[in-house]
């Protein structure tokens, strides 16, 4: 059986996507094809939210179902949502109306051994309540959003201790030179 994973890159500043669940701060943003060729070798399925899927099925309608990594995977992707009669439709997506702990079930048995990669925020913190992750992949991007949607919004929780399982040099930034004038 394949592994839950919350994969994903964030700003320097702790937000996962921008106002609106805006992903347009990625543009130009450059990841190794290692890091790609590596998630995409063991994902399996994909299991995101309502609020995110709403926010890409507007800005690309039929679309949606296209876009994790760039358009370079393809397979079964699932919507957790309470409302699936309402949902924009894609023909790539299924809408899921059910507990959380059965969506990620199905969306495992859709994985066919490979991984379930979660692409919402929102969902990634239940299914840590839940003890539903096994992997936490985090990518810090050059940028600082300023607001958006936070990485993990839990104010009260407990500190969640991960164990690295992979290290890599840590580069090192600094801003771009300031505008002539």
């Not at 949502?81 to 949902?87: F, G, K, S, V, Y």
């Not at 164990?163 to 090192?172: L, N």
Request: proline share 9%; charged share 20%.
């Amino acid at each position: 059986m394949g592994n839950v994973r919350w994969h994903l890159m964030m700003s320097l500043d702790g937000f996962a996507a921008g106002p609106g669940h805006s992903m347009d701060w990625m543009s130009g943003i450059k990841v190794s094809p290692a890091t790609h060729h590596d998630a995409i070798a063991t994902l399996g399925a994909v299991l995101g939210g309502r609020r995110g899927y709403d926010a890409l099925a507007q800005r690309f309608p039929g679309q949606a179902s296209r876009q994790p990594y760039g358009g370079g995977w393809t397979g079964p992707v699932f919507v957790l949502t309470h409302h699936p009669d309402d949902a924009i439709p894609d023909a790539g997506i299924t809408f899921l109306d059910c507990d959380l702990a059965e969506a990620v079930e199905i969306g495992l048995a859709a994985a066919k051994g490979k991984d379930l990669e979660i692409h919402s925020q929102d969902i990634a913190r239940q299914c840590l309540e839940l003890g539903l992750i096994d992997e936490f992949h985090v990518h810090l991007a050059p940028v600082m959003l300023g607001s958006g949607v936070r990485l993990f919004d839990s104010p009260g929780t407990a500190p969640v201790r991960w164990a690295r399982i992979h290290d890599v040099p840590s580069p090192a930034a600094r801003p771009p030179p300031p505008s002539p004038r």
